[in-house]
């Protein structure tokens, strides 16, 4: 699917925002090329396929996965909390004394 034209509307975007960058020869070449065999201009290309990078980057940081003995171990832990300690408790005094609230 081209992202960049994704039929959720965001591509109804205006194309205003302009990204400028150098490359070295060959990865221009290879740009154009797959550009080429894609049916796509080289700008289309290179967008889609930073679009989707960053999409996948961006949900990979995002999102955490657990195994299922993690996820159990996470919910048992949020079931039944640990005693918080004193070096927690100061720690929370420190951060109630420089937190404004209002």
């Known amino acids: 699917m081209d992202p960049v034209n994704h039929p959720s509307g965001e591509g109804d975007e205006r194309n205003d925002a302009r990204m400028h960058f150098r490359t070295r ?3 221009k070449q290879a740009i154009r090329r797959a550009a080429s065999l894609s049916g796509m201009d080289d700008s289309s290309f290179v ?3 930073a679009y ?3 999409l996948e980057t ?3 940081h995002e999102r955490t996965v657990l195994s299922a ?3 159990a171990a996470f919910f048992a832990a949020l079931d039944a909390p640990a005693e918080p300690t004193e070096a927690l ?3 929370a005094r420190r951060s ?3 937190t404004v609230s209002g």
């Open 25 to 27: 020869p060959r990865i």
């Open 47 to 49: 967008i889609n396929a």
């Open 52 to 54: 989707q990078a960053a």
């Open 58 to 60: 961006i949900a990979t």
């Open 69 to 71: 003995e993690d996820h």
């Open 89 to 91: 408790r100061e720690a």
């Open 96 to 98: 109630r004394a420089r």
